[in-house]
């Protein structure tokens, strides 16, 4: 089965309405979905719930939805690096679930595998915790966390086939793995599609049974957050 969509506009297409929570994937600016998270801009889309690591610059990756009033809420575990984010909190226009980096990841890990909640000993005692279940096994206290899944989850992948099995590269395997099993819909930006039989199954991250449907990258976007060098000698 070809799994493979001319274009972001038309993977996306029948599949986007007011008050989706969708799953963005990347670490940073790295592994994103630009070409997803640009159509859902076009799109006007609002009343979103987004789940992602981060919540991308004022003007590249999710900055752009959150500048045009598109998301109600983000669940995420960093966003020091978007002031457009930082206003609409402090004026209490952007519902925020701040979560450990590595309890989202296990969320949505869970979520994936219809586990419905599970204990962990990160944020207990601190405000994470606040309203939450806790229990204490072996003399430690634990806090309560829910999966999560999803309406949609839009990643990124660097290989696929056309059944959808999908291997990432490097940095941008951080979290579109385990939300491409989490959501009720998936759809992957990839930056090379090969025939059917030319992927290693050893080699393969996300099986083609989680994809709904590919994209293929005409051009890849390789942003970056913050350029660091170090000086010239």
Known sequence: MDKSFADAASALSGLLHDGLTILAGGFGLCGNPEHCIRELHKSGVRDLTIVSNNCGTDAEGLGILLAAGQVRKMISSYVGENKIFERLFLDGKLEVELCPQGTLAER?????AGIPAFFTATGAGTEIAKGKETKVFDG?????ERGLFADLAIIHAWKADPEGNLIYRKTARNFNPMMATAAKMTVVEVEDIVASGQIDP??????????KRIVKLETVDKLIEQRTTRKRY
């Open 108 to 112: 949505l890990r869970a979520g994936g």
């Open 140 to 144: 430690r206290e634990y806090v309560m």
């Open 202 to 211: 050893d080699h393969i991250v996300t099986p083609g049974i989680f994809v």
